[in-house]
């Protein structure tokens, strides 16, 4: 063959074609055995590096028809699937389904949730389609060829992984409500019977059995381990709303425990809550009062008035001399009779200088509504807190 500046394009091509199936492959078998990687990754942070991932294989993938069509100069061949020749319709459908998905993805907060979970699904159709364009249209070797049948020998073996976990869950999730109590106008505690064995600051996947509520919503727990399980929710949306109804001996789907934001048992901790961010250092603190472990701790807990604050009794009651709270209140009247521990306004260095003895040397944990979030993580970063010490658990993905 000579060699030719088309030649060199159709390589290329042909290259990024490769590279962008086998990383299809890594980030769909990475999907399917996520629950099993937990333990190391926390499943949480491997759904985000997903979202990140899945640009860089977007990358490959739509490339790989661009030096196609660049070598080639029939653009309209590798646009339009022509079914005339089956392995080359294939690819050009799994590459306009992996688009659908990537875009769905992107606008997953303006759908709702649950058919951006549906859409997603589909991720197993364009990976068999890319399959068979791959096994077909782009191994001109032996090599190549194996190349296609390991990578889908591997989504199998990730498929089963799933169903069989999926059925194990079926089995050994159930649980039946205790209790709903409401805590705020807009927050309730939802109590079942039972529990799993977990670590305090650990969030679970719940599933309803009704009103077609089947999809996973991930809700941090919020009692201590050993005790009835809890989780307290804010009045969000379909799932929310309807686990507010539900009545003591209805069935809850709880799957987990996932992700890893439990506190280091070195230095002093800083836990800075906003909202319904709460959850994790209820379930933390308990634990802590429980096993009376003696390290440090300071709450600076975010909520717009005192009637917003959700463990307020709960939290009045920790009576420990290594624990400290300031409540700060963002939508407090300016003549507000506001309780002690509570001052208006949000976290700022006035709030950390009196209330964080070692600033520079503490670990901080970071739960709560996004711009809280952004504005904290930036004060810490100003007063001289490396990223290493912050610790953020993201109630959005
Ligand atoms: C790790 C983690 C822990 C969480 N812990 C708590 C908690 O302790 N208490 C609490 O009140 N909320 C928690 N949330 C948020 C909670 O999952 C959503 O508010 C809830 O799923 C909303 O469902 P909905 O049908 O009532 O509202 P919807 O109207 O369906 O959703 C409201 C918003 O919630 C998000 N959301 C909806 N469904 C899901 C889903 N299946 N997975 C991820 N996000 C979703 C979407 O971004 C959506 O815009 C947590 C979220 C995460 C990621």
């Not at 020749?85 to 659908?100: C, E, N, R």
């Not at 992107?106 to 991720?123: A, D, G, P």
């Not at 379930?283 to 429980?290: E, K, P, Q, T, Y």
């Not at 670990?363 to 993580?377: D, F, R, T, V």
């Amino acid at each position: 063959m000579t060699f030719t500046l088309a030649t060199l394009l159709y390589s290329i091509g042909k290259l990024f074609g490769i590279i962008g199936f086998l990383l299809l492959t890594l980030l769909i078998f990475s999907g399917d055995t996520a629950r099993f990687w937990n333990k190391w990754v926390g499943l949480d942070k491997m759904i985000k590096f997903q979202r990140k991932f899945s640009y860089f294989v977007a990358f490959f993938v739509i490339f790989h028809p661009v030096f196609f069509m660049l070598s080639n100069e029939s653009t309209k061949g590798f646009l339009f699937p022509d079914f005339a020749y089956t392995p080359l319709a294939a690819g050009i459908i799994a590459m306009y389904i992996f688009i659908g998905v990537m875009i769905a993805s992107k606008l997953y907060k303006l759908i709702s949730y649950r058919v951006w979970q549906y859409i997603h699904i589909l991720t197993y159709v364009l990976f068999f389609f890319a399959l068979y364009h791959g096994i077909n249209a782009g191994s001109d070797s032996d090599d190549s060829g194996l190349i296609f049948i390991i990578a889908g020998i591997v989504i199998i073996i990730g498929i089963i992984y799933r169903t069989q976990y999926k059925i194990r869950e079926r089995k050994t999730g159930k649980f039946l409500v205790k209790s709903v109590i409401k805590k705020t106008h807009d927050t309730f505690t939802l109590t079942v019977s039972g529990h799993k064995d977990f670590f305090a600051g650990q969030f679970f996947f719940l599933r309803l059995n009704k009103n077609k509520l089947y999809a996973r919503h991930p809700f941090t727990i919020s009692s201590k381990p050993g005790d009835d399980m809890s989780f307290t929710m804010k009045l969000a949306g379909r799932f929310t709303q309807t686990a507010k109804d539900l009545k003591a001996g209805e069935e809850v789907l709880i799957d987990g425990p996932f992700g890893n934001f439990i506190p280091k048992p070195e230095k002093d901790l800083v836990f800075i809550a906003g909202g319904v961010g709460i959850t994790p250092f209820m379930s933390i603190l308990g634990d802590r009062v429980n096993k009376n472990i003696n390290q440090n701790i300071t709450l600076i807990y975010g909520s717009r008035t005192e009637a917003d604050i959700i463990f307020k009794k709960e939290i009045d009651t920790i009576d420990k001399p290594w624990f400290k709270k300031v409540y700060l209140l963002s939508q407090a009247e300016d003549n507000a009779i506001m309780s002690t521990d509570c001052e208006k306004g949000f976290i700022c260095k006035d709030i950390l200088d009196r209330y964080v003895k070692d600033i520079k040397n503490s670990l901080y944990y970071i739960c709560g509504p996004e711009k809280m979030k952004n504005n904290a993580k930036k004060l810490l970063k100003d007063e001289g807190v490396r990223g290493g010490q912050m610790f953020v658990e993201d109630f959005f993905w």
